[in-house]
């Protein structure tokens, strides 16, 4: 289990790494990341293991498509949190879920707080779910270029933190 650990942390390294340096998540790494952790999950645990792993992936990742649909999360954040899902399998996914929230939501208030990324953006998703009576169109058009650094979180490393610490916990 050591071995697949060091394993899990390396993929969530080198996820981090291209995240940080070319905001994107290349599928090769995903989708070949969720592959082999569903592999990984048949030859441990045998079909059932399998069909969990694979039901916990679908499950983390439809955690993330709302934030998807309304433009806060990439894609490669929906896949990677796919592949965290079959890491974890079924039994780790209310943590995985749970840790990578508070993950993300305290890199936010970090990087918020330090100025490293604009609030606007921010503002705006939170508009868009509570208040009924916001204008998404006219919202969105006030909203700063995605090619803009300051718009962008770097959400792998909340997931890595929530994939690691969840995987970590139930090796304990």
Request: contains cysteine.
């Amino acid at each position: 289990m050591t071995a697949l650990l060091v394993v899990y942390c390396l993929w969530c390294a080198v996820l981090c790494g291209y995240d940080l340096n070319i905001r994107r998540l290349p599928n090769v790494l995903t989708l070949g990341g969720a592959f082999g952790f569903l592999l990984v999950q048949y030859l441990l645990y045998g079909a059932p293991g399998l069909v969990a792993a694979f039901a916990a992936a679908s499950v983390a990742g439809l955690f993330l498509v709302l934030p998807w649909l309304m433009r806060a999360a990439g894609g490669g954040d929906v896949k990677m949190m796919f592949a965290a899902g079959a890491a974890v399998g079924w039994g780790g996914l209310l943590d995985l879920l749970i840790l990578t929230s508070l993950a993300g939501m305290v890199m936010a208030i970090t990087l918020l707080a330090a100025g490293a990324v604009s609030s606007v953006r921010v503002s705006h998703f939170i508009q868009s779910i509570l208040n009924p009576w916001y204008d998404r169109k006219a919202g969105s058009a006030t909203l700063p270029s995605r090619v803009d650094e300051r718009v962008r979180m770097p959400f792998s490393m909340a997931i890595a933190i929530g994939m690691m610490t969840t995987l970590w916990v139930g090796v304990m």
